[in-house]
Nanobody, 119 residues
Framework: QVQLVESGGGLVQPGGSLRLSCAAS????????MGWYRQAPGKRRELVAQ???????TYAEWVKGRFTISKDNAKNTVYLQMNSLKPEDTAVYLC?????????????WGQGTQVTVSS
């Protein structure tokens, strides 16, 4: 099993910045990727960014250079630096860890951290 604990969410004004952290523990040695999704009220969960073991990153098109995903392998932690935040970025941000198995991709999810962008 994999346990994920997110932190760093909160209330920020439009144009501000936040850095989210996701610390992984448990059986993490063979994870293939980690990433961030978000879900706003009444909307579907959507990918924000993902980083593979090899360091390859993927971003949602709407991120448009505002967010940066990174990882610290020594700390088993993934970060999401969010700049130029907009009110439409308000959502619960969830960390995910992915492992490829012979039955497909298994996903582990954190509890999420609330990000609210408002003046």
């Amino acid at each position: 099993q994999v346990q994920l604990v997110e932190s760093g969410g909160g209330l920020v004004q439009p144009g501000g910045s936040l850095r989210l952290s996701c610390a992984a523990s448990g059986t993490i040695s063979n994870l293939n990727a980690m990433g961030w999704y978000r879900q706003a009220p009444g909307k579907r969960r959507e990918l924000v960014a993902q980083i593979t073991n090899g360091g390859t990153t993927t971003y949602a098109e709407w991120v448009k250079g505002r967010f940066t995903i990174s990882k610290d392998n020594a700390k088993n932690t993934v970060y999401l630096q969010m700049n130029s935040l907009k009110p439409e970025d308000t959502a619960v941000y969830l960390c995910v860890a992915k492992r490829t198995t012979n039955l497909g991709i298994r996903e582990y999810w954190g509890q999420g951290t609330q990000v609210t962008v408002s003046s």
